[in-house]
């Protein structure tokens, strides 16, 4: 699908299927965080980052999620693509927190924003461990500017 050109972050457009909305015909609420990890998991997967079966070939892919927030602005409603606009606001030693946005495709409506913090975990004692030196990369390309000091 196109993608849309940001400042910041990235812009994956993601499919909204007729078994994402609920019975009054907008996507439910719970299908966000599933859309999010879809819009996600291909911009990894293409920089080298993907899970194949095997956590120890991708290490950073071993991670949990902390905490998930999220506003709900306006709905989404029937099926077709929706623009989710990502970055990073952090990328600690084991941690990351990502901002998102859900857009309509042509960016004019904000449907949903929030946020999303994760671990990485050690796959044999499932504490924290560091992120690799790829994961690191990946990340540079995400993490938002700090703003300018006026």
Known sequence: MSQTTVEFGHVEH???HFDDLDAMG???NARYAVLLERALTPYWAERGVAFRGDVHAAPDVFHAVREFTIAYRAP???VGPVAVHFWLEHFGTSSARYAFEFRSVDGSVLHADGTRSIVRLDPATLRPTAWTEAARAVAATLLRPAPAPV
Do not use: D
């Open 14 to 16: 993601v499919p909204v």
């Open 76 to 78: 989404v409603t029937g």
């Open 26 to 28: 907008i996507l439910h």
